[in-house]
């Protein structure tokens, strides 16, 4: 008998799961959906609050398979859904929402000298273990005539929707300056990340001091060795 035929479309799509409807539309679009990569835009209205209620759901799985008596521990009886919460609305946002608006302003300075912003704090989490990551970045602007200006705060912004996946610093810090380089087409761009990796501290060898510093440099940054020392001497790391 072939019950395909007899089955409304939407009947079928009940009970899958909104985190397998959202994969199928990604990988009909032969997108990446990596940890670090954004997926918003294959996300439908609503279907965010639905996808915390599947994370949940396998999260009690997780604690159960703990053996950890959700039923009658008071302390861990709503950890499910905190920690889904954790993960879909705070610590990963960055994968399932747009990316902040960016207001830019025409450049009719003509401006064409140095601009450091920095240190600006940031949070991510390691891929490899969801860890914290918990640092600092700086970034460089070398402008020109048609670069865009965007206001300052928008560069925090900008880091926080990049840092708020699953990363690895060199990968994260790639993303950003690609990103920023999108939005404001400056001569050069510079950047500076330095953080802690508690995967390192909490856990594994538990080196509570060591941090991982990596930069990116691109045009006129990578060209200059004059502007990069510059850049590298004002930002005050050691303070
Ligand atoms: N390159 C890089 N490595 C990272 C980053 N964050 C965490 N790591 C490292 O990723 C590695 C994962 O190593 P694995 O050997 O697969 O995992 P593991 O057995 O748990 O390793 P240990 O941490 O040594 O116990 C560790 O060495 C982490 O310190 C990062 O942003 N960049």
Redesign the pocket.
Known sequence: MNTQSTMNPTDADEGTPVSVKIRERIQASRKRFHANDNIAQFIEPGELALLLDEVEDKMKGVLNSLVIDIEHDHNTDNTARRVAKMYVNEVFRGRYVEAPTITEFPNVGHLNELMIVGPIIVRSA?S??FCP?IGKIWIGVMPNEHTNVIGLSKYARLAEWIMGRPQ???EAVVQLADLIQEKTQPDGLAIVMEAS?Y??AWR??KDMDSK?INSVMRGVFLKDPTLRREFLSLIPRKG
């Open positions: 390691c490899h273990h990551v690895i610093q060199e990796h995967c390192m594994g060898v991982m």
